[in-house]
């Protein structure tokens, strides 16, 4: 049973779960700004070099991995190549879609990156448990795949549906 508050704002476990996601999601992209800004960078462009120095993906698997349009990544992954950071490289899986890779230059800025995001981090650990922050990455895993279940079966059901409206048009 869904639970409303007086201003209408779901307040079940699972609203009241995925509003603290989407703060902290929030707060790491806005702290992500501040460690790359002085490299030129932001966290956006942060990720997709993170993605692409740690295994070459397609912009759609990284922006599926992301949460993200895949068109949004397309464009960030489009400025980091003029800029020279990433290259797109042939994909053994698939010729269509190419997959993304570091430059030598990108590893630089990813490196520098990784640095500043390493003082910040002992700053912030400082106050924080370390026990518990691994319960929690555990637990959100957990959850990510339990919902992406979900989700997969809602999109394979929506497409069932959608055929069937196509087949009796």
Known sequence: M???SSTNVPNDPFSLFSLSVFAVNGVLMRSGDIITRSLGQSSARWQVLGRAGYQPQTVSQMAR??????????????????????????????????????TPKGSDVLAAIYARDHVWTQR????????????????????????????????????????HEDNNI
């Not at 895949?70 to 992954?77: C, F, L, P, W």
């Not at 800029?83 to 993304?100: C, F, K, Q, S, T």
């Not at 989700?151 to 959608?162: F, G, P, Q």
């Open 2 to 4: 869904l639970s409303m």
């Open 65 to 102: 991995d992301m949460g993200a349009s895949r068109q949004s990544v397309q464009y960030t992954a489009d400025t980091l190549a003029k800029e020279g950071l990433i290259l797109y490289a042939d994909n053994p899986a698939d010729r269509r879609a190419r997959v993304l890779r570091l």
């Open 124 to 163: 912030v650990m400082a106050d924080l448990n370390p026990a518990q922050l691994l319960e929690l990455a555990q637990a959100l895993e957990s959850v990510t795949r339990i919902v992406e279940t979900h989700l997969d079966r809602d999109i394979s059901a929506k497409n069932k549906e959608h055929n």
